[in-house]
């Protein structure tokens, strides 16, 4: 949905986009993170390409297919660019282009706490994030989770870059592809499969389509 809101907004099928992970990947059978206390955020890019999608559906199953490429959730990206004894691959991860926007989904908000406590989530603002004078690291930032069964999101951003009514026209346009997708899914022809479904084949979409109409058939 970000990825079709944008491309309306900026006339691009393409959105290179920051997205957050927990970073607590079983990267080896040996490390045990289940005692560790602290966060191990992970940060990488991912470059969504909606050249070829047509309709929510092929939306979906393009985005979904881009995303199951990033090796092991994109923790790789990190060890790359920082601690990589390699100086020339610094150079390299370093001088690639870096997201204007950063993505990141929070999860259940509602699972955070125990129904049976006496604490809630507070409803007053909780006030600015940052200092005024502190530098962000993406032009646009969007948050999100599932709170009281809605997605809410939040989105930051300059009104020094960006007018006020830019940024409502983003979200309404990123609401009215989320609707798309979810009447999509809840239609009859919804669902469906894709390559990385079947990693052995070597089918790209367009084989994998036709090979599943001629068994239908």
Not at 43 to 62: C, I
Not at 156 to 170: A, D, K, Q, V
Not at 205 to 212: E, G, I, N, T, Y
Request: neutral net charge; glycine residues 10%.
């Amino acid at each position: 949905a970000l990825a079709q809101a944008v491309a309306k907004w900026t006339g691009s099928p393409t959105l290179l986009v920051a997205l957050e992970g927990h970073g607590r990947e079983e990267l080896f059978d040996d490390v045990d993170l289940s005692r560790t206390v602290g966060w191990f955020t992970t940060t990488f890019p991912v470059r969504l390409d909606l050249t070829d999608a047509r309709g929510p559906g092929e939306a979906l199953k393009t985005v979904k297919e881009q995303l199951r490429q990033v090796p092991r959730r994109g923790i790789g990206y990190g060890l790359l660019r920082y601690l990589c004894q390699d100086e020339e691959v610094r150079r390299q991860v370093r001088a690639l282009p870096s997201p204007e926007i950063s993505f990141n989904y929070l999860g259940q908000l509602d699972q955070v706490l125990p129904e049976a406590t006496p604490f809630a989530p507070a409803r007053e603002s909780r006030g600015p994030d940052r200092s005024a004078g502190g530098e962000r690291s993406h032009l646009l930032e969007i948050n999100g989770g599932i709170a009281g069964g809605q997605l809410r999101l939040e989105w930051t951003y300059s009104e020094n870059l960006h007018h006020r009514s830019t940024i409502e026209r983003l979200a309404q346009d990123f609401a009215e592809a989320l609707r798309a997708i979810i009447a999509h899914c809840r239609s009859p022809e919804a669902g469906g499969v894709t390559p990385s479904d079947f990693p052995l084949a070597g089918l790209d979409q367009r084989k994998l389509d036709k090979l599943l109409a001629r068994m239908k058939g």
